[in-house]
T-cell receptor, first 112, second 113 residues
Framework: SQQGEEDPQALSIQEGENATMNCSYK?????LQWYRQNSGRGLVHLIL?????REKHSGRLRVTLDTSKKSSSLLITASRAADTASYFC????????????FGTGTKLQVIP | DTGVSQDPRHKITKRGQNVTFRCDPI?????LYWYRQTLGQGPEFLTY????????KSRLLSDRFSAERPKGSFSTLEIQRTEQGDSAMYLC???????????FGPGTRLTVL
């Protein structure tokens, strides 16, 4: 079963604009990861944020985590056509074997 | 390059046939996971290995599915008597020991006709 839900399901923006994707989840977590997937391809890990962190940056990516609201957001600044892909959040539980549970994904289209 | 290769990348089979997929981590990782992804959905957990021990299996893994990791390095996932509902992308991932990050292979896309 899917733990998280991304919002929006689809997003279309012009190149150069910022893209924001949100993820909500249900149970307590140890960490939250964001992945990118180009059509028909494997998943590329973007960033991991731990439950005791509130914000993390990597290049043009900014991730926030609000554990009280059980939500996270991924911001891509100055988007490029190459950012066109599906983006998934994945939560790692507080215990157990650390299998990540994926959300349903946001399909981002960046128009040149 | 995520350090995980999968073979084959694509597999087309007829209903009722058996198929086997292979996952090869480039370097030693004691934690290995299999996921399944259907069109338009996020990946769903199937099973987890720590070294050669299979420690967790999802309810998605019916009796027709079996996974092994005989020497704690590569892993295989076999599906017997395939059904059209088995059509999906099968993804293998390893977990870096120093972080909780999971790195995925390119996947095997299975089409059951």
């Amino acid at each position: 079963s899917q733990q998280g839900e991304e919002d929006p399901q689809a997003l279309s923006i012009q190149e150069g604009e910022n893209a924001t994707m949100n993820c909500s989840y249900k149970t307590s977590i140890n960490n939250l990861q964001w992945y990118r997937q180009n059509s028909g391809r494997g998943l590329v890990h973007l960033i991991l944020i731990r439950s005791n962190e509130r914000e993390k940056h990597s290049g043009r990516l900014r991730v926030t985590l609000d554990t009280s609201k059980k939500s996270s957001s991924l911001l891509i600044t100055a988007s490029r056509a190459a950012d066109t892909a599906s983006y998934f959040c994945a939560t790692g539980p507080s215990g157990g074997y650390q299998k990540v549970t994926f959300g349903t994904g946001t399909k981002l289209q960046v128009i040149p | 390059d995520t350090g995980v290769s999968q073979d084959p990348r694509h597999k087309i089979t007829k209903r009722g046939q058996n198929v086997t997929f292979r996952c090869d981590p480039i370097s030693e990782h004691n934690r290995l996971y299999w996921y399944r992804q259907t069109l338009g959905q996020g990946p769903e957990f199937l099973t987890y290995f720590q070294n050669e021990a299979q420690l967790e299996k999802s309810r998605l893994l019916s009796d027709r599915f079996s996974a092994e990791r005989p020497k704690g390095s590569f892993s295989t996932l076999e599906i017997q008597r395939t059904e059209q509902g088995d059509s999906a992308m099968y993804l293998c991932a390893i977990r870096a020991s120093s972080t909780d990050t999971q790195y995925f292979g390119p996947g095997t896309r299975l089409t059951v006709l």
